[in-house]
């Protein structure tokens, strides 16, 4: 039933009206500054820090001039792993090792000095305030698997029947 309720609340906030991110750049330090990013000219960015290249993207979207364009498609977990399979087996960005992020790289690119969403959206423009799925199982639950919630940059831990966004990326682990 709180799965049911989760999915039918990330329906309707996807169908409402965006409104502005918040961040108190004056008093906390940004966790994931633009200078700590390289924008590969691809759809793609690397976090120099971490080593990782990420799709500037939420899958659905279309990365074109700098921009984020259409709409986030939700996923199951099991719907976002053979999501990674469809965007490797089409090369994007000329690599097929694309995958789920864990937790905690995904927790990563959260940006603490921001809400609604909590991202850097000069590095990831158009990024929905919505729970992203990691590649993380909970340890606890077979069933269930790690996210976060990047309106507040939270993680949460959701049945895998539950849908959510995803967003890609490749290297580390």
């Given amino acids: ?23 108190q750049t004056d008093t906390i330090v940004a966790s994931a500054p633009t200078e700590r990013f390289t924008d590969n000219g691809d759809g ?7 080593g990782l290249m990420w799709k500037i993207c939420s899958e659905g979207q279309t990365y074109e001039a700098g921009d984020c364009l259409g709409s986030v498609v939700a996923y199951s977990w099991q719907g976002a792993l053979q999501r990674a399979a469809a965007v490797n087996a089409a ?4 690599h097929d090792d694309w995958r789920l992020p864990n937790h905690k790289e995904l927790a990563s690119i959260v940006e603490r000095q921001c809400v609604d969403p909590a991202i850097n959206l000069e590095v990831f423009p158009a990024t929905p305030s919505h ?4 590649a993380s199982p909970s340890a606890g639950d077979s069933d269930a698997a790690w996210s976060v919630h990047f309106y507040y940059g939270f993680g949460y831990v959701f049945d895998k029947s539950s849908t959510f966004v995803v967003r890609l990326v490749r290297g580390g682990q």
């Fill in 1 to 23: 039933m709180k799965s049911i309720l989760l999915t039918l609340l990330f329906t309707l906030a996807t169908l409402s009206v965006a409104t502005a991110q918040t961040c």
């Fill in 44 to 50: 793609t960015v690397t976090d120099d820090a971490a």
């Fill in 91 to 94: 090369g994007f960005a000329g």
């Fill in 131 to 134: 729970y992203v799925w990691s």
